[in-house]
């Protein structure tokens, strides 16, 4: 079984350009989301009077499965990295292109974010400089034990942090597969992956972890959804690091549909007919994180108060495994449809793959600083919101295209390999 590795160089083409698309469509839906939230009626920095009708769905089908991929895309990409680079030099390169974005944009950029969203609130209205920028950096955003420090002050740069934190912490593990006995490991579950269902097993483990982890830790971007969040980076890099797996995830598409609609289905009855209490236990512990632990104890005070009662700890269990085995479905079956249509390369790729990284960091404090005029006009939602994204969107292109891109100091503050020389032929390399 240990040999069961080697094939991968042989069958994997030197670039995987669905990996590519997949990124470069995701960003752009995570840009759409963004412009969305302002209107979606949940808080955010920006917050308009007037709602888009399907807002909230949009945003809650994008995050779903949305970021899930991208840590996964960004495990394949780990693959490749360590097959050219020793882990030092892996560790090191990460921390220059997500490290050092993360941390000079977050200086940069969030205070003005921050700003804008104190004077939309209303719990500001004094000048940027010198007054307000020394309230950002205090250390209210410590107060938990965990990663969500990075949202805190990074707001949408908190991917990048995190990110990072998979790469360095995930190299121990990607050793042990590295290894005799984490090929043969591969091995077993790459032929466990070649029967019908056969991901879906390998995925269990991750979804009951997580029954597990989110009663101690529910609070978003905690240790739970650190977990989660982690766990497709890591079966990220072990499914591109044997051909059966990749072969497994496309060959049996139809079963991630099937399994993406059936628990979405069941997930919607839940919290449409209120089975079981879940729509209370929702609303409860989003007020309470700690009443899910008061459950899991036993029936207690908060139980009887909120008015719940034992079947909801069934509830919650069905829910959890539910909602993880959704987001698996939804993320496998994404990758199936980019192996079946995504596997080119054209000059729109060649165009938008390079800058997507700048185009992440800087889209969100465009839709922050537009959003905060634009939310004041005497509009309906849906011009509005089509004003923010097209303003949004050219100021973005256009800053990548004649501010960044043409200077390889900034493309290395950005995180984006330098530009290469018009002469110089570039050969295919994989996904990083």
């Not at 990048?160 to 005799?180: E, M, T």
């Amino acid at each position: 079984m240990a040999a069961s590795t080697s094939p991968q160089a042989a069958t994997t083409p030197s670039r995987l350009h669905y990996l590519d698309w997949l990124r470069v469509i995701i960003i752009g839906m995570v840009f759409v989301g963004h412009c969305v939230m302002p209107f979606s009626g949940a808080p955010w920095l920006i917050t308009a009077d007037v709602r888009l009708r399907f807002g909230p769905l949009l945003a809650a089908v994008g995050n779903q499965f949305a970021m899930p991929v991208m840590f996964l895309i960004a495990g394949a990409g780990a693959y490749f990295s360590l097959r050219k680079r020793a882990p030092e030099k892996f560790a090191r390169e990460r921390l220059l292109r997500l490290g050092l974005p993360y941390l000079v944009f977050t200086l940069l950029l969030s205070p003005i974010q921050a700003y804008y969203a104190a004077l939309d609130a209303g719990t500001y209205s004094g000048p940027f400089f010198p007054d307000f920028l020394p309230q950002f950096f205090n250390l209210d955003g410590f107060t938990r034990f965990d990663l969500s420090f990075l949202g805190y002050y990074g707001y949408h740069l908190w991917f990048l942090g995190f990110l990072l934190f998979f790469s360095l912490v995930s190299l121990p593990v990607i050793g042990y597969l590295k290894g005799a006995n984490g090929r043969r490991l591969t091995g077993r579950l790459a032929a466990l992956s070649e029967r019908r269902g056969g991901l879906l097993l390998i995925f269990l483990p991750f979804a009951l972890l997580q029954v597990i982890v989110f009663p101690i830790w529910p609070q978003y971007q905690g240790w739970a959804n650190t977990l989660f969040w982690g766990s497709f980076f890591i079966l990220g890099y072990l499914f591109y690091s044997d051909p059966r797996f990749a072969a497994a995830i496309r060959r049996y598409w139809k079963t991630w549909v099937a399994v993406a609609l059936i628990t979405t289905a069941i997930m919607a009855g839940i919290a449409v007919l209120g089975l079981l209490g879940v729509s209370n236990l929702i609303d409860a512990t989003r007020d309470n994180p700690d009443l899910i632990e008061s459950i899991l104890a036993g029936p207690g005070d908060a139980v009887r108060k909120a008015g719940l009662v034992a079947p909801l700890l069934l509830a919650y269990v069905s829910m959890a495994v539910l909602f993880n085995y959704n987001a698996w479905a939804l993320g496998l079956l994404v990758v199936a449809i980019g192996m079946m249509w995504l596997n080119f390369e054209n000059r729109t790729l060649k165009r938008t793959s390079g800058p997507s990284m700048p185009f992440y960091v800087l889209h969100h404090p465009f839709i922050v600083i537009f959003g905060f005029y634009i939310v004041q006009l005497p509009w309906p939602a849906l011009p509005e919101f089509l004003l923010l994204a097209l303003s949004a969107l050219v100021a973005t292109v256009a800053a990548v295209a004649f501010l960044i891109a043409p200077w390889n100091p900034l493309r290395a503050l950005f995180g984006t390999p330098a530009k290469p020389r018009p002469a110089a032929e570039v050969s295919p390399q994989s996904p990083r």
